[in-house]
């Protein structure tokens, strides 16, 4: 199954910091936009950022002027550095990779843990 890979969960003191990446196969065909998603547990899988090919940024309101996102085309990679953590972060993080067609491709998921 072509799955995009991530990768920098863990366990963090609010206020603290982490850094996702996630790697997405080459033969993923025509990549587009990327992005980042959560999903805590009992709510719905939520959109924290997401970036175009052409560097367009769009942000949860809940993380801007926390989180960043940014990616690296001719490495198919991804990557969400996220700052000033809240317990209300917690949640499994999921890469996204939209392909040829606007097909959706999903990572299997890291777990961010803040605690407070």
């Known amino acids: 199954q072509v799955q995009p890979v991530e990768s920098g969960g863990g366990l963090v003191q609010a206020g603290g910091s982490l850094r996702l990446s996630c790697v997405a196969p080459?033969?993923?065909?025509?990549?587009?936009?990327m992005g980042w998603y959560r999903q805590a547990p009992g709510k719905q899988r939520e959109l924290v950022a997401s970036?175009?090919?052409?560097?367009?940024?769009n942000y949860a309101d809940s993380v801007k002027g926390r989180f960043t996102i940014s990616r690296d085309n001719a490495k198919n990679t991804l990557f969400l550095q996220m700052n000033s953590l809240k317990p209300e972060d917690t949640a499994v993080y999921y890469c996204?990779?939209?392909?040829?067609?606007?097909?959706?491709?999903w990572g299997q998921g890291t777990q961010v843990t803040v605690s407070s």
């Open positions: 996204n990779a939209q392909g040829f067609r606007a097909r959706d491709y």
């Open positions: 080459g033969s993923i065909f025509m990549i587009n936009t």
């Open positions: 970036i175009t090919v052409g560097g367009m940024t």
